[in-house]
């Protein structure tokens, strides 16, 4: 960030709230100003966030102001916790496995960067079983090259015949499958609540403020310029809505990070933004998704991994005793309405159950216990995430659009944007590919191993 808050803010005219200092308590409303919003609590966010704390460096004197808003703060509707809390090497874009491999580095030594002092050790609860990838004989060309590409980038998978297959998961039917990929390494799952928490807690005692509310409407240097099209424009107010009211408080900010996951689109046809500036628009939509979890005692034991059928299917062990959790994603055509997140049963009946009942004979008298639903920040471009600066608006960065991965992706991503803000290029990982430019261009980066 080239300059602070101090050098480039117009002056608060909103009765002088300061900023509430480092070990408090989250405060209901948002203060005055921030160096930093941050919209959108969920683990991106708060990565996003807590690398900002971590890398300010000399700023540490004054201390970088840091506001988090989240709208939704019982996270009843967050994609974070409603997910199926998977982490995996077996990508096909060289950007997306080499976020995998930070994260799983970052995750290993979790208590080293996320520990806050004289509390409890975290514990994700992971279980490193492994994603197995099965491909049909249409498709074993394409995984086997994918395949090289996460050994060029250090992930250690290996290919499997059928006959490997059926002796190493004699369970399964592998009729139909020509070749499978399985992860020997920094794979498997974990509790995606803990990951979300341990970011929070650890901002929160680096000195980051958050508050609950649903940031609206900007206030922008384009506000006050000629009725002209201006080339670009900064923001400069941020509005926040508190909860369930239509009273709102401006926070003057010097970078605003968008950070609202499937709600990030949205959040850029907000009042006040220049719509000339805002194009092409953000191809980001909540698209809904359903968790199923049921009971088979006679199903596949601890050495279950993370099975992805053929068919798109998918499911993992849920603790031990004979319990899972798994689902698919619909066919582009029968997208379910996401305005709300209600469970439709009849899919798992009807869509599900027969492709897990075929891949594992086990599962045809299983018992079904719950589900639910959750939204994937869903790029329709190209399903990767987008990361980076905005082209036309100077001071609004993005980190979101990740389309199902975002929470194993969250560490190094949080990390990636935090550079940006704060050193004004990437360090860790070279993820300028990501950007903003490729949407502009037409020109998707495309990711075919989206579950």
Not at 65 to 90: F, N
Not at 139 to 157: P, S
Not at 321 to 330: F, I, K, V
Request: charge should be neutral; hydrophobic fraction near 40%.
């Amino acid at each position: 960030m080239a300059q602070t808050l101090r050098d480039q803010l117009p002056a608060s005219g909103s009765g002088g709230r300061g900023w509430v200092p480092p070990g408090t308590h989250p405060d209901p409303r948002p203060p005055d100003e921030a160096d930093v919003v941050v919209v959108g609590g969920g683990v991106v966010g708060w990565s996003v966030a807590y690398w900002l704390k971590v890398l300010e460096g000399w700023r540490r004197r004054h201390g970088m102001k840091v506001l988090v808003v989240e709208r939704d703060p019982m996270y009843s509707r967050a994609s974070t916790v409603l997910s199926a809390g998977g982490i995996r090497q077996q990508f096909s874009l060289r950007e997306n496995i080499q976020m995998s491999r930070f994260s799983a580095s970052f995750l290993r030594d979790i208590n080293k960067y996320l520990g806050v002092p004289n509390e409890p050790p975290i514990d994700i609860q992971f279980q490193p079983s492994g994603y197995l990838f099965l491909a049909s004989p249409q498709n074993a060309a394409a995984l086997e090259a994918t395949v090289k590409v996460q050994r060029d980038e250090g992930a250690q998978v290996t290919l499997l015949s059928p006959t490997q297959l059926k002796e190493k998961f004699p369970w399964m039917n592998t009729e139909d499958v020509a070749v499978a990929s399985y992860g020997l390494e920094d794979e498997g799952w974990f509790d995606p609540w803990t990951l979300l928490n341990a970011f929070r807690r650890k901002a929160i005692s680096l000195g980051v403020q958050s508050c609950s509310g649903e940031v609206r409407a900007f206030v922008t240097s384009a506000n006050h310029m000629l009725p002209s099209a201006p080339p670009s424009a900064r923001i400069r107010y941020a509005h926040v809505y508190m909860p369930d009211s239509l009273e709102y408080q401006p926070v003057a900010c010097a970078i605003v990070v968008n950070a609202a996951g499937a709600w990030a689109g949205k959040l850029l046809e907000a009042e006040g933004l220049p719509r000339g500036l805002c194009q092409p628009p953000l191809p980001i939509q909540p698209r809904k998704r359903y968790v199923f979890t049921w009971h088979c005692p006679n199903g596949p034991g601890l050495s279950c991994p993370f099975v992805i059928d053929t068919s798109g299917a998918y499911f993992r062990r849920d603790g031990s005793a004979g319990n899972y959790l798994g689902g698919m994603s619909p066919p582009k055509e029968e997208e379910p309405d996401a305005s709300d997140l209600s469970v439709d049963h009849g899919y798992f009946q009807e869509q599900v159950w027969p492709r897990l009942a075929r891949r594992v004979p086990a599962f045809e008298s299983l018992r079904v216990r719950g589900s639910w639903a959750g939204y994937y920040d869903y790029n329709t471009f190209d399903q990767n995430g987008v990361l980076g600066p905005h082209p036309r608006l100077e001071n609004l960065f993005l980190a979101a659009g990740f389309s199902g991965h975002g929470l194993q992706h969250a560490p190094a991503a949080g990390r990636a944007v935090a550079e940006l803000v704060v050193k004004g290029r990437y360090e860790t990982l070279d993820l300028r590919r990501l950007g903003w430019d490729r949407l502009v261009a037409g020109e998707p980066l495309q990711e075919h191993g989206v579950v």
